[in-house]
Nanobody, 125 residues
């Protein structure tokens, strides 16, 4: 069982930055691929970024490439999402998720077993 708690969301102006954190419980965090997804009002949940269990492989949605960076600190059981050059289209609830064991950072939500409650990110124009 893995419990995930996101933090770091908030209100930011267009062009600004935020860093989301996701703290995981359990001693097996290092075995899980981790991902970030987001859901805007009236839209389906979409993939944002993912990182493999080892941290050696990352995946990004085209819409965030070059602006967002995912990283992990296994010693702290935490995964991060650094978001730069934010624009109003990035406004959404952001969810952290843990993939199946030894995951490679899938882009597919169905590959993720555990989900956090989400943190709101609002970008004003």
């Amino acid at each position: 069982q893995v419990q995930l708690v996101e933090s770091g969301g908030g209100l930011v102006q267009a062009g600004g930055s935020l860093r989301l954190s996701c703290a995981a419980s359990g001693r097996t965090f290092s075995r899980y691929g981790m991902g970030w997804f987001r859901q805007a009002p009236g839209k389906e949940r979409e993939f944002v970024a993912a990182i493999s269990w080892s941290g050696g492989r990352t995946n990004y949605a085209d819409s965030v490439k070059g602006r967002f960076t995912i990283s992990r600190d296994n010693a702290k059981n935490t995964v991060y999402l650094q978001m730069n050059s934010l624009n109003p289209e990035d406004t959404a609830v952001y969810y952290c998720a843990a993939e199946t064991a030894w995951g490679r950072g899938s882009t597919t939500a169905g590959q993720y077993e555990y989900w956090g409650q989400g943190t709101q990110v609002t970008v004003s124009s």
